[in-house]
């Protein structure tokens, strides 16, 4: 069956703007979770997703959001970007909520980089 | 909040050793400890979860301990192969569900 599907893989922005990135998890996985990878930080949680509703959420401010719809897509929301904001961002699915209790089966990534 | 330490950047071995790979954490014991693998440019895959009730695990080459006592998890992979050079993570999560990543060990293996 198909994987995470990430949209777009590279995304290029100016500081201030905003961005949406688009997830498709594997079909029949209602959880989705978002995660930021910079090689300062490391891979870090932002936030999870189930059934619609945000389950759980990481250290992040508030310019990062989310959402989910019914067909289980997620998308994620940066506004005010600012050039920290530069990193590969990375989405999983899991069949069951989480996130880290379930094997989480990761996309590929949308590699953003803010001017 | 919980920190995570892997116990180097690099590591090298002969292909056909054994590699182990460590990741310490502080504060609280966590309901879950995993480990990825991930290659360049690509996003992580899942190797192994081990939950706190649990001292060892294992799949094929790979085994996985968790010592709550030492607050540390140990990742061996046997008989390495070059194949499974990568870098590799492990990743804790708590009841109350936060999940934190280690910031990952490159592993070369040397034929």
């Known amino acids: 069956k198909a994987g995470v599907t990430q949209t777009p893989r590279y995304l290029i922005k100016t500081r201030g703007q905003q961005v949406t990135l688009s997830c498709s998890p594997i079909?029949?996985?209602?959880?989705v979770s978002w995660y930021q990878q910079t090689p300062g930080q490391g891979l870090q949680f932002l936030f999870e997703?189930?059934?619609?509703?945000?389950?759980n959420k990481g250290n992040f401010p508030g310019r990062f959001s989310g959402r989910q719809f019914s067909n289980s897509r997620s998308e994620m929301n940066v506004s005010t970007l600012e050039l920290g904001d530069s990193a590969l961002y990375l989405c999983?699915?899991?069949?069951?909520?989480?996130?880290?209790?379930?094997?989480?089966?990761f996309g590929q990534g949308t590699r953003l980089t803010v001017v | 909040s919980q920190k995570i330490e892997q116990n180097s950047e690099a590591l090298n071995i002969q292909e056909g050793k054994t590699a182990t790979l460590t990741c310490n954490y502080t504060?609280?014991?966590?309901?879950?400890l995993q480990w990825y693998r991930q290659d360049p440019g690509r996003g992580p895959v899942f190797l192994l979860l081990?939950?706190?009730?649990?001292k060892e695990k294992r799949k094929e080459r790979l085994k996985v301990t968790f010592d709550t006592t030492l607050k540390q998890t140990l990742f061996h992979i046997t008989a390495s192969q070059p194949a499974d050079s990568a870098t590799y993570l492990c990743?804790?999560?708590?009841?109350?569900?936060?999940?934190?990543f280690g910031t990952g060990t490159s592993l070369t293996v040397i034929p």
């Open positions: 990743a804790l999560s708590n009841t109350g569900n936060q999940f934190y």
């Open positions: 079909s029949g996985h209602r959880s």
């Open positions: 504060n609280y014991s966590p309901a879950y």
């Open positions: 081990i939950r706190e009730n649990e």
């Open positions: 999983a699915s899991s069949s069951a909520p989480g996130p880290g209790n379930t094997e989480a089966f």
């Open positions: 997703y189930f059934s619609e509703t945000q389950r």
